[in-house]
């Protein structure tokens, strides 16, 4: 039962780091000189993508509990 919902929760996670990649914010676009707002998305893009990667490395831990 808790597998299942951990399952559930990494698919989860999954299709919300698919739709953040193809909103199309690219942070290389600030790097070109953009505007101010750009460098700003920007840095909230890798933020959030940072603690993404923190969040899913806390579930492959969880995971690797059950074991």
Request: charged fraction near 30%.
């Amino acid at each position: 039962m808790a597998q299942e919902r951990i399952i559930m929760a990494i698919g989860r996670i999954e299709r919300t780091l698919a739709r953040l990649e193809t909103a199309g914010v690219r942070p290389d676009i600030a790097a070109q000189g953009g505007s101010d707002g750009d460098a700003d998305i920007a840095r909230r893009h890798a933020a959030l993508k940072a603690e993404a990667v923190r969040a899913v490395g806390a579930i492959d831990d969880l995971l690797e509990g059950l074991d």
